[in-house]
């Protein structure tokens, strides 16, 4: 029996689709789905059941899932005792973040990591839901949202202001739309629900709550790139949509709420130079870049809560 068999079971059972077990492992769905049918021919049962909500597993599948789960615990915690023992300031550091904070905020600064520490190597990488930080899968992870995971230490490095936008084509188009009757008659390009910060969520009902959904995407870039080309009105971070002429910021009966951009890091590697150095690195651009990731005249908006997670 292959223990990457197990891995690929295990993480299916976990995202419930072929697609997200595979975005998760880094591979395609098809060597899911042939890691899993080795299994099962090894094992000689069938594991999982495909039902409307996804991957589940069958009795034979349940039975296995606790074995499994504690020697993944166990090769975590071994992994994590070697890697906090690692004082080199030199090798990898894998970073995880949503598109968005990875292409403005996260790889600009590696230009000064590399200036300081030229054998650091980053490997940036791009989720639409962040990894298991102790699976050993990244070093950092960086999100809009608080860390649910135990185990890790975790701060606000930041926060994003939003407003509702549209084009000036759309608008010309369409008219401009009430907000105080929650912008009845026009289109909205919004985020698939698992990427919506709650505070959004309840401010979108409020606001365009009559608006009829065109286009969902997990991508906040693809957002922007949607509203203009006339696609609707959208929740946008400022500092990226401000930049955009053909774009104009709508006035709203209550401001957007802020996005707190989060950091975290295993407990147990918190300490090892090499990620202390990105960690402080990403920190220091978030510092830096506070007033464009939360402009001047965004500042109206709802005040964030408190700056630590346990």
Known sequence: MDWDDLRFFQE???????SGAARQLRVTQSTVGRRLASLEASLGVRLVHRTREGYVPTYAGEAIREHIERVEAETQAVRRVVGGLDQRLEGVVRVTSPALLASHLLAPST???HAQHPEIMVELLCYASSPNL????VDIAVQLGRFEQPDLVARRIGTLAFGLYASLAYLRQRGEPDTRDGCSGHHLIALVEEDVIPA??????ETAGRARIM???DSRETQLWATLQGGGLALLPCFRADREAALRRLDTPAP?????IWMAVHRDHRHMPRVRAVLDTIAEAARRGADDLYPEHSQQLT???PTKQA
């Not at 299916?12 to 072929?18: D, V």
């Not at 959004?200 to 009902?205: E, G, K, T, Y």
């Not at 957007?256 to 707190?260: D, L, R, T, V, Y």
Request: glycine share 12%; no cysteine.
């Open 200 to 205: 959004q969520a309840d401010w979108l009902v």
């Open 303 to 305: 005040t964030p809560g």
């Open 111 to 113: 230009s000064a990591l």
């Open 256 to 260: 957007a709420p802020g996005g707190e």
């Open 12 to 18: 299916l059972i976990r995202q419930k689709t072929l």
């Open 215 to 217: 286009l969902r995407t």
């Open 134 to 137: 102790g699976a050993r899968e």
